[in-house]
């Protein structure tokens, strides 16, 4: 009688269990084409010239390849950076000029679309090193380190003026929108900071549940998303940081962790996670659908770009790379 009765009860939580995993509809459509890569390297940005065809890639292990196609297929560059290894994690360009971060400490400098490269020196005193770049016009340029420390140069690299009057500290994620707010998520992913221009610091937020944030970002109206543990999307209902709409699970029950979001249209957006995991929101992220061809990707997908409605990029682990060809329709 008392194992028929614990027969009873295990059936009863599996039943529970299957009835609170989601399974999203399928994608009708699938918009992403693979890119063969000639390198095994973890990619960690992609940025192009005023030329939407001609783009580069940047990575670990010095790893630097050029398209000239809009990024159907991609040629490796060697740098002459001597017998360090660097782990280039930013590439952005303002027409022909061009710019990338490295660590340890590296910046580089083109202003012929990327057929020189320059070395900038930075100094022993910058906390941190150099993570993040953006190509903001002739000679100028906003960089981020590492630890939350946020500079601009307007000639050419020669001198940076600091933004933030202290680092941030270590940070787990960071995030630029248009107007050039910040937002970003401390290493262990238990508290934000948001820090806008004219800010002299960071102003720190704690995360609104107990599962550890994974990383956030702004929306195209600018309000924030967030990332969560166990797959878990948040907006906010405003620009205020502390006005959270309610937790999203797009599959509830899933093991498998959200990396990053990205808008290719104010209702259109895309989030990528492990183990090639995509799902697409044509609704400002209501509702979801996934992208099941794209689950065979033998990889996680870390990283989701648009350059522009019609272009965008999906960067993965050892060298996967998906393009954007095209508008897909909501099933």
């Not at 400490?105 to 910058?126: F, M, R, Y």
Request: aromatic share 10%; proline share 5%.
């Amino acid at each position: 009688m008392r194992a028929w009765k614990q027969l009873v009860i295990l059936l009863a939580i599996a039943l529970l269990t299957t009835g609170c995993k989601t399974f999203l509809p399928t994608l009708s459509d699938n918009p992403w084409e693979i890119i063969s890569l000639p390198v095994e390297e973890n990619l960690l940005d992609i940025g192009f010239t005023g030329d939407t065809n001609h783009g580069w890639l940047v990575g670990t292990n010095s790893s630097l390849l050029e398209t000239n196609d809009g990024g159907k297929t991609w040629e490796p560059r060697k740098l002459d950076l001597g017998e360090q290894n660097y782990r280039l994690s930013s590439v952005s360009f303002s027409g022909q000029e061009g710019w990338v971060t490295g660590q340890p400490s590296l910046l580089l400098h083109t202003n012929d679309g990327g057929k020189s490269w320059a070395q900038i020196p930075l100094s022993e005193k910058l906390p941190g090193a150099p993570s993040t770049i953006l190509a903001r016009g002739a000679n100028s340029a906003e960089m981020t380190t590492d630890l939350g420390a946020i500079y601009q140069t307007a000639d050419g690299g020669r001198n940076w003026k600091a933004m933030v009057a202290e680092a941030f500290g270590v940070v787990r994620s960071l995030d630029r929108a248009d107007d050039g707010k910040y937002v970003a998520v401390s290493s262990r992913g238990n508290f934000f900071s948001v820090w806008e221009p004219g800010d002299q610091a960071w102003h720190p937020y704690n995360r609104n549940s107990s599962r550890r944030v994974q990383s956030m970002g702004f929306t195209k109206d600018g309000r924030l998303w967030m990332l969560a543990r166990g797959g878990q999307v948040q907006f906010t209902s405003s620009s205020d940081p502390e006005d959270w709409q309610e937790v999203q699970n797009p599959e509830f029950g899933t093991s498998w962790g959200l990396l990053d979001l990205a808008y290719r249209t104010p209702d259109e957006l895309w989030v990528v996670g492990g183990s090639g995991n995509l799902l697409g929101s044509f609704d400002g992220g209501k509702t979801w659908q996934k992208d099941k061809e794209v689950e065979n990707v033998p990889a996680n997908l870390y990283r989701i770009v648009f350059l522009s409605p019609e272009q965008g990029f999906i960067i993965g682990q050892r060298g996967t790379l998906l393009r954007y060809q095209g508008s897909t329709q909501a099933a």
